[in-house]
């Protein structure tokens, strides 16, 4: 199986048109917008938006289409149906119209993308805490965790199967609060379906390597590479004995990793060459919260090399605030290595 090194969300290309880049990337409104409008006015701005965000993530697909095989692996953003997990819009995707329209679409979306072997997966946001102590919260999440789940199997990715085709929803464990056993409990009020899609990802503070894997018996483990280095101040690698829980918790389907590099600025006390000392930097006063903020490319080789050490075993998503061009950096260095 080729490793695939991909993207997030977004696609730039310094040499197209804005027009171009408009019609490759997805669009959204806020609720306070739509709710100066008349029921009339709201119907019609959500109309555009949605064939606009259905067109383009058919744009999104093809251009990752032609791309290196090792490179077809995209997360989509999960604003693609604007709206949909607010209540008091549910009227308009209970529209006949509208469901037919998203039926249609995404069930063309999802074929091409097994079609050309595209490796797909949602990041819902981070108000998304499944262990939370409040339970307003937590059927928020789930709402959130649902509305993903209907957008997969509406791209034709069967639930009843555990991760097909590597399809996957991510999020974080939660709150500390809450705990692993709180995202376990309130797990089981989740579709199957849902469960069959969803992995769980490490943080940097509150749920570490050692946490996420208490619960890999239920659930896919990502392994955020970064996160981890943040939260420990050590470099996990390919033989830590802990991958063996991880990597296996996704039953035969190929894992996935996270990487991504702090911030940037870092280049003038670390350097471009050699691994960030964390220590060093801790004492130096950079916090947990500065050196996790991503820079906008894989500027450092050595992390480059880090990350890429895992790829015989897993997927790289890179996570780099200049998304697909961070992502063709590390996929030429790693065919420059060849």
Not at 79 to 98: A, C, G, V
Not at 107 to 122: D, K, P
Not at 155 to 176: R, T
Not at 282 to 296: C, I, Q
Request: net charge neutral.
């Amino acid at each position: 199986m080729i490793a695939k090194i991909g993207f997030a969300c977004k696609i730039m290309n310094p040499t197209k048109t804005k027009e171009w880049i408009e019609d490759h990337n997805l669009k959204s409104t806020t609720v306070a917008f739509m709710n100066r409008n008349s029921r009339a006015d709201q119907e019609k701005k959500l109309i555009s938006l949605l064939k606009h965000n259905l067109r383009t993530f058919g744009n999104m697909l093809l251009f990752v289409s032609q791309m290196p095989v090792g490179m077809r692996m995209m997360r989509i953003g999960s604003d693609l149906l604007p709206l949909y997990t607010h209540p008091e819009f549910m009227w308009f995707y209970n529209l006949p119209s509208i469901k037919k329209m998203i039926d249609l679409k995404l069930g063309e979306c999802g074929t091409f993308a097994r079609n050309h072997n595209i490796r797909l997966s949602f990041h819902p946001g981070q108000f998304c805490i499944l262990n939370s102590i409040k339970s307003d919260v937590v059927d928020k999440t789930i709402i959130e965790l649902e509305y993903h789940t209907y957008c997969a199997e509406m791209m034709g990715y069967d639930g009843s199967k555990f991760h097909d085709h590597n399809f996957a929803i991510n999020i974080h464990v939660g709150g500390k609060e809450g705990g692993t056993d709180g995202f376990v409990n309130n797990s089981r009020r989740l579709s199957q379906a849902c469960k069959n899609f969803l992995t769980v990802e490490n943080d940097e503070f509150s749920f570490g390597v050692d946490d996420v894997i208490k619960i890999a018996d239920k659930f896919s483990i990502v392994l955020d590479i970064h996160h981890h280095l943040i939260n420990s101040g050590d470099y996990i690698m390919p033989d830590d004995k802990r991958l063996d829980i991880i990597f296996g918790s996704w039953r035969g389907q190929r894992p996935k990793i996270h990487f991504s590099s702090s911030i940037d600025m870092l280049i003038e006390h670390v350097g471009a060459t050699d691994l960030p000392d964390m220590k060093m930097l801790f004492e130096n006063g950079f916090t947990k919260t500065k050196l996790r903020k991503h820079s906008d490319l894989c500027w450092n080789n050595a992390l480059n090399e880090w990350a890429l050490s895992f790829s015989p075993m897993a997927d790289i998503m890179v996570e780099a605030k200049n998304k697909n061009l961070a992502s063709q950096q590390l996929y030429d260095i790693q065919n420059k290595s060849i």
